[in-house]
């Protein structure tokens, strides 16, 4: 938790203040004494007695208690003041510029680690070090500029980089976009995104933000993440995150940039799915979805676009209906009204285009229209730009004020930030956030609409054999298991497996045929790849061929027995698990064979996996037609496939120690689904 | 072709011109004052005897002969001033800004063919009505601002929409890309997009500008366009086109916006391909790529980025290695070599993070390193910004010279438009362009260089039958056509069919089937939909199967008779065109069953195909690796998937009257690939 004098000091002091707003404890002192800080402020510099009209004590050891330090020295000097502040001074918030810590060397960690451990002793909270600080309602405790514009029901972000927060800051000031608080976080050496997060949940009341932003570059601690973020959400809270280094390659910069191991991107896709974070890619759509936020909330798909531009209303149609919203076709007598009411050669088809020469007053009929007699319209986005003819002013304030009468969600969108500049910055000051580019606007709603909401818990049923699974487990050694072990772990699990029986003899072969029925399926046990080394037989319909693929398969490396199943037919399927580091399991299903190994239909969960969760997974599935049915063939039991998967997930919650498990394949029908093949690897600490 | 007068006009009169610039007769006078006009400019209104400090007419029949008139008067008055100018003022130059013409009526559009025929009987130009008119290197003739930074060898821009020229200016300004021309063609009455480009083709010379932009919102003449583009391209110009109205609902939002049909998406899609036109989705997506048009042209796909601050430098990195280009590790003997000259806790490994106190000289050093020790580096990226602290202006000094000297591309990302405004500022007026957004740019850098230049003309060798084509479709009537025409036009067209006989009698069936060999397939002969009425027999195997399926299939409505066909197996194909308007045929290949049906993978290309566009359009399939043989699986034969794809290329050209085709399935494996069943549909006019 954020200490709370560190959110709301009395006073600050700035160790290494300076004359020279060129330097970072020159800056920060500006800042404070510029923007709002309404207590009392403290320098300290030994070279001078008086910086920037506050009055300057040489040592830390001088000075009075103080709520919040703020210390922009060098690395070296930096534990021998906190030492003081801590023991001494009762200071209970620290930020650290300087750089100089684990992010350079080892000896760094350790000064870093040393410094936690001061401000731990006394319930102290640290933001930093190598961060640029904090910007709060409270004080302006950052060594950079611009200082955005302030309001509590702004957003509130959070940046794993203080120079990304630098720019997504300059980028946001001129959409009208205002923060409530910005963290920068640094190394993150006591308190990282997830901390500030959890300090949001843990206050959140009536008068907090409802809007947070994330630019995270590696995420710590997972499951705390995921516990505050939904939290959050489901507090009515809406949350929006770019997580850098989702590439192969953006991971390795990200690793050689915060010397931090960067987690798979299957992963943070799932945590961020299950915590109903929409993720974003770059800083502008950071900043458009941020700016959406701060508008009621869509409730439907179907958008009305007004504009008088034809080009701009074009292109924004084509991003809604790509992403799976409707700018539906108006025609009614509602509309033919509406039409009477406009300038001939207007069209109020949707979207609905009053030309060139098209009035406020219009707009204002056009916005009424929509809000109270096309039933069918969600939300409105106007378009209103200039060619630099006339104002637009009092257009922009028709917009303004019906925005703040309408319920349905109306959007601006105002291109023309050189032609109609001025009145773009009037309409941002009567607290509007404006859209300067149709596509980008449009791809976001779209994403924050297809975004689900985290779920309400599921109890999950857990009637599965918990005391045979953990005894499996504990008897085993780390690796892949044994066949045997493989089928009772998933009996236990009550997985349906197909019926099968290991035989190390002919005459096992035959009995065991017989009992299954031909055809039957032979697989070697031993080699882990059994189809690399062609240690599987499909299909066998007779004695001759069965004792005939018993001796090839047993002439195989490593062979030590060979499985028989019953030839199954049915579509094909896969469920797998994956230990994934600090995020926990990601189970996986799918498609099997080429589904899988050329089209890489998969969908992924992290667990624990709810029915529902499961259930979208299956949906979500590129090829879910053909689980469906399709052409005439059957599909598959898709209740039962759900079940299963959720069944994957109860067996890792009771045995976390599998890190690799891989139902491949499975066969399915209307039916039945049940595994034919199965690999599990565990590993214990 | 634009008639040299109305490019470089000795004289302009404005019919309209007014004191007042919030009209738009007034508006294009100041534009015409203040930007760079060389020649006479005389104003026209009954009015006024001076307009803007220019001599004013009242009548349009007192004036001097004039190479250009900008009309900017009632729809209703058009003609008759256009009379009095082409008859007796010898003007071949026309600007007509007026709208009431085709947009709106059927009068209106009489009156807009009444006007282009009175122009182009005396050889003149008219560009529009319903623009915006024209800016070029010797006048401002459009009534809106911004008028953008010219440079004859700026970006020669053509709009379907003025009013989004005007957004795209406004938003390209800040960036500091400059433009050559910039034409709004309105209503297209006679100078469309396409003519336009045509002009600049058959004008190409050194001293052109090399960069064209289009928005088009209806492509009119798609060979035109196709024609021109891809000329222009192999004369070394890069073109980037928003074709906007590419969803179904984004047509009709561009048909009720332009009163003219849109056309499919595939198309126009399969016709920038051809062209070599990069195509973009938004005004900034249109705006990143001619800007970097404007750079020296990205020869391989490995990316150095140089940047002072990590987060940017991720997110590109994210954005450059998904869309295809690489940020490939350094670490040699140069690296290490280029660290030392770095402050402490600089990493060289790519990106190359020189921290945030990097200095200028050490920018340098780095530019000086990627271009001459780096050898796989194609090009870099820098990322500079400010944190506010102080003037930047160094840094970009060394920047902007680097860049005239390096012979890789160097692309300037400069995110801090508020704190390093000023310095931007400096940068542009050295003839820069700077690159706002990280991904953005990262994403259209990967999309220019993906996207392939034009193909020389192969030599399409047609080894067909072409009399026996025409004989065919000569004798056939509108519809589908009967399988046994269908079979002897795909046999003329040399492409492989799968044997077949048609059997009315049980005894032809037998004897059929003996000459094939057991097992064969049966199909209805009669209905067009065979599966959906169950008229499909696959895998017969004996005589008495045949008999049974003989009278089952005879039994369905409209049945005639059976064909027979030997049962192929291998893997499923699908090749398929369509006469798709105005843009000619498409032709269409992939995988059949659930790859058409399920996941859609196909690929378009618009006809004639050349062998290396088959090959091109086989190898882009998503399921391109089921082809090439995998899970031990048979691939099919590529070369002659090609092929064929291309016998269906020339027969759709020798029997362009087929308006649909559908090889559905062939059956394909590494030796050999057959057709199995074909549907053709011709419509004769």
């Not at 160790?15 to 330097?23: E, K, R």
């Given at each position: 938790m954020l200490h709370s004098k560190f959110i709301n000091p009395k006073n600050i002091a700035v160790?290494?203040?300076?004359?020279?707003?060129?330097?970072p404890g020159g800056s920060v002192l500006n800042n404070l004494i510029s923007h709002n800080f309404k207590g009392e402020l403290i320098a300290v510099n030994p070279k001078e007695t008086e910086v920037q009209g506050i009055k300057c004590y040489q040592h830390v050891t001088e000075i009075q208690n103080v709520d919040v330090a703020i210390i922009a020295i060098s690395a070296k000097f930096t534990l021998e003041t906190i030492k003081i502040l801590a023991q001494?001074?009762?200071?209970k918030g620290f930020i650290i510029f300087s750089a100089g810590f684990s992010e350079t060397s080892k000896e760094g960690k350790q000064l870093e680690q040393q410094i936690v451990e001061e401000i731990n002793n006394v319930g102290g909270t640290l933001l930093g070090p190598n961060n640029i600080g904090l910007i709060n309602q409270n004080y302006a405790g950052v060594f950079t500029t611009p200082i955005p514009k302030l309001d509590s029901k702004g957003v509130d972000f959070i940046s794993g980089s203080g120079a990304t927060a630098v720019f997504i800051m300059e980028a946001a000031m001129s959409t009208g976009l205002t923060f409530s608080s910005v963290y920068s976080v640094g190394n993150s050496a006591q308190i990282g995104v997830e901390e500030v997060l959890q300090h949001f949940d843990k206050t959140f009341n009536s008068k907090s933000s409802k809007v947070k932003l994330l630019y995270i570059e590696s995420v710590n601690n997972p499951q705390k993440l995921l516990k505050h973020a939904k939290s959050l959400i489901q507090k009515g809270c809406k949350i929006a995150a770019i997580k850098a280094g989702s590439s192969d390659e953006g991971s390795r910069a990200a690793s050689s940039h915060t010397g931090a191991l960067a987690n798979s991107d299957v992963a943070v896709d799932a945590l961020f799915k299950k915590a109903g974070i929409v993720r974003c890619y770059s800083k502008n759509e950071l900043i458009t979805v941020a700016s959406i936020f701060m508008h009621p909330e869509l409730k439907g798909k179907n958008i009305a676009i007004i504009t008088h531009a034809g080009g701009p209303a074009v292109m924004l149609t084509d991003a809604l209906s790509k992403n799976g919203l409707n700018v539906p076709e108006i025609n009614n007598k509602q509309s033919e009204d509406l039409l009477t009411k406009?300038?001939?050669?207007?069209?109020?088809?949707?979207?609905i285009d009053f030309l060139a020469t098209g009035t406020a007053e219009q707009l204002g009929i056009i916005i009424d229209y929509c809000e109270n007699k096309f039933d069918k319209i969600d939300a409105m986005v106007v378009i209103f730009g200039s060619p630099?003819?006339?104002?637009v002013s009092e257009v922009y304030k028709v917009l303004n004020n019906k925005m703040q009468l309408c319920k349905k969600p109306i959007y601006p969108v105002l291109p023309s930030f050189i032609n109609a500049k001025n009145e773009i910055e009037e309409f941002i000051k009567y607290g509007n956030i404006n859209f300067p580019d149709e596509v980008l606007f449009g791809e976001a709603l779209a994403k924050i609409y297809t975004t689900s909401k985290p779920l309400i818990e599921e109890k999950i049923n857990?009637?599965?054999d918990k005391s045979s699974i953990r005894k499996i487990i504990e008897t085993s050694e780390n690796g892949y298991l044994h066949p045997e072990k493989v089928k009772n772990l998933l009996l236990a699990a009550t997985i349906p497996m197909v019926n099968e029986n290991v035989c190390s003899t002919k005459n096992e072969c035959i009995q065991t045929a017989i009992k299954f029925n031909f055809p039957v399926v032979m697989k070697v046990v031993g080699p882990v790849h059994k189809s690399d080394v062609g240690g599987i037989a499909l299909n066998i319909s007779s004695e001759e061929k069965l004792l005939q693929s018993f001796e090839t398969l047993m002439n195989?490396?490593?062979?030590?027995a060979v499985l028989i199943q019953p030839m199954k037919k049915g579509t094909e399927l896969f469920i797998g698990a994956k230990k994934e580091d600090k995020f926990g399991h990601l189970v996986l299903a799918g498609l099997g064979g080429i589904f899988i190994e050329v089209l890489k239909d998969t969908q992924a969960c992290l667990a624990p996996v709810s029915k529902y969760e499961a259930s979208e997974m299956i949906q979500n599935l590129k090829s879910y037609k053909i689980i469906q049915g399709v052409r005439g063939q059957e599909g598959v039991n898709e209740e039962i496939f759900a079940e299963i998967i959720t069944k994957i997930s109860n067996l890792i919650e009771v045995a976390p120690e599998i890190v690799e498990l891989d139902l491949n394949p499975l066969f399915g029908n209307s039916k039945e689904i049940f595994a034919v093949d199965a690999r599990i690897r565990i590993e214990k600490n």
């Open positions: 160790i290494g203040a300076s004359n020279n707003i060129q330097t001494q001074k009762n200071t406009l300038f001939p050669g207007s069209s109020v088809s949707n979207p630099g003819l006339f104002n857990f009637n599965i195989i490396e490593n062979a030590e």
